[in-house]
Each structure stands twice: as structure tokens, then as C-alpha cells.
């Protein structure tokens, strides 16, 4: 009888084996993964550039008509905005070229923030309470 290579027991795929080829599955699709490409910087700014832009659209869209749903949207749209450009800056780092552009955009964003909600105040426009993610003001 042959033995297997760390089976311990001549002529049987051992418990270790047998894990390891259920595994092989999983660690493909995670190595897959990890190497898959990903959104340079750029890409993310600019994504995150066209949600302020639909935050400002439904802003002016509030203004025009009074409805509260573009007011959510557009304090929703623009929220988003500022954790994406948050994101980005914590990942680039302050070296980076763009970090300061990108900081000058999250705080605009963030003062658009704090208007919308004087507006909703001013208007008396109930909206939910949530915290400006990403403002430090």
C-alpha cells in the first residue's frame, strides 16, 4: 500500500486533504477578487462630482416648487457626495495631487448641506435627523 503525504493512514485521502480541495473553490474566487480591478481616484471624484451636481438639480427643483421629496433628495444626493469625497482623501493621503481639490468639494458640500437644512427650517420642512457624515464644522 502506498501512503498519501499527510494522511497518516496508509491508502486514505485524510480529513485535511478533503478540506482543502472543498476550500480551493473559495480561495480562487478570493484571490479573483482581490486582483480584480478597481476604481482609481478619479473615477470615484467624478462619481462622486455628478451625485453634488443631481444635489444641487433637485435643490433648485425644491425652490421652484416646495416639494419636500426634492429636498430629500437632494440633501441625500449631496450627502453622498461628501462621504465619497471623504473616502477618497482618506485613502489618498495629503500628498497626493488632487487631496486639497477634493477637500475644497467636501467642504462646499458640506456648507450646501448646512443651507438645505436652514431652508427645511425656514420652510418648516420636517426632515430626518441625521448627522452630516464627513462635515467637522
Same mark, same amino acid.
Given at each position: 500500500?502506498?501512503?498519501? #503525504?499527510? /494522511?497518516?493512514?496508509?491508502?486514505?485521502?485524510? @480529513?485535511?486533504?478533503?478540506?482543502?480541495?472543498?476550500?480551493?473553490?473559495?480561495?480562487?474566487?478570493?484571490?479573483?477578487?482581490? /486582483?480584480?480591478?478597481?476604481?482609481? =481616484?478619479?473615477?470615484? #471624484?467624478?462619481?462622486?462630482?455628478?451625485? %453634488?451636481? !443631481?444635489?444641487? #438639480?433637485? =435643490?433648485?427643483? !425644491?425652490?421652484?416648487?416646495?416639494? %419636500?421629496?426634492?429636498?430629500?433628495?437632494?440633501?441625500?444626493? /449631496?450627502?453622498?457626495?461628501?462621504?465619497?469625497?471623504?473616502?477618497?482623501?482618506?485613502?489618498?493621503?495629503?500628498?497626493?495631487?488632487?487631496?486639497?481639490?477634493?477637500?475644497?468639494?467636501?467642504?462646499?458640500?458640506?456648507?450646501?448641506?448646512?443651507?438645505?437644512?436652514?431652508?427645511?427650517?425656514?420652510?418648516?420642512?420636517? @426632515?430626518?435627523? /441625521?448627522?452630516?457624515?464627513?462635515? =467637522?464644522?
Amino acid at each position: 500500500m502506498r501512503r498519501l #503525504i499527510g /494522511t497518516g493512514h496508509p491508502g486514505r485521502i485524510g @480529513l485535511m486533504g478533503a478540506a482543502l480541495a472543498a476550500m480551493m473553490p473559495v480561495l480562487a474566487a478570493l484571490v479573483l477578487a482581490c /486582483t480584480a480591478p478597481q476604481m482609481n =481616484f478619479y473615477d470615484e #471624484i467624478s462619481l462622486a462630482d455628478r451625485s %453634488r451636481e !443631481w444635489g444641487l #438639480i433637485y =435643490f433648485q427643483s !425644491w425652490r421652484k416648487e416646495r416639494n %419636500r421629496e426634492y429636498l430629500v433628495l437632494a440633501r441625500q444626493r /449631496t450627502q453622498e457626495a461628501v462621504s465619497a469625497y471623504l473616502d477618497v482623501q482618506r485613502r489618498m493621503g495629503y500628498s497626493y495631487p488632487g487631496f486639497y481639490k477634493v477637500d475644497r468639494r467636501r467642504v462646499e458640500s458640506c456648507i450646501f448641506l448646512k443651507q438645505m437644512q436652514v431652508e427645511a427650517v425656514s420652510f418648516a420642512v420636517k @426632515l430626518d435627523e /441625521t448627522g452630516r457624515v464627513g462635515c =467637522f464644522d
